[in-house]
């Protein structure tokens, strides 16, 4: 009998688990909140120019205001995935679901009492 080499990256004696961020959503949640944005409208439209500037802005107010917002990406699909990608990382941000060339975003507000969306 051979004994199989353990391939696991070893874990250093006390060392926590990777756990996920505080900010993560869980499945049920982002079904949720994909539930919620069915009746709305895109309220940014990202162009061939792609994030700039101004559409940045335009993102952070708009999460701001709303907290869940559609946003519509004119691009093809491997530079809209890298457009969702961007948007979660300047935006502090989530995309919590994307069908075609509409993106649902969503940011809690940081003011707990501000907070228009609560999970139950």
Do not use: N, W
């Not at 940014?44 to 120019?49: E, L, M, P």
């Not at 708009?62 to 961007?86: G, S």
């Not at 935006?91 to 999970?119: H, L, N």
């Amino acid at each position: 009998m051979s004994k199989r080499a353990d391939t696991s990256p070893a874990t250093p004696a006390g060392a926590e688990e990777a756990l996920p961020p505080r900010s993560a959503l869980t499945g049920t949640q982002r079904k949720f909140l994909r539930g919620l944005a069915h009746g709305l409208e895109p309220v940014v439209h990202v162009g061939r120019a792609g994030i700039t500037e101004p559409v940045i802005a335009a993102l952070q107010r708009a999460l701001a205001d709303h907290e869940l917002i559609k946003v519509k990406l004119a691009a093809d699909r491997q530079e809209r995935d890298r457009m969702a990608a961007a948007i979660e990382a300047v935006c502090d941000a989530q995309v919590v679901g994307r069908i075609g060339t509409i993106a649902v975003v969503y940011r809690a507000d940081s003011d707990p009492e501000k907070r228009r969306i609560e999970f139950a």
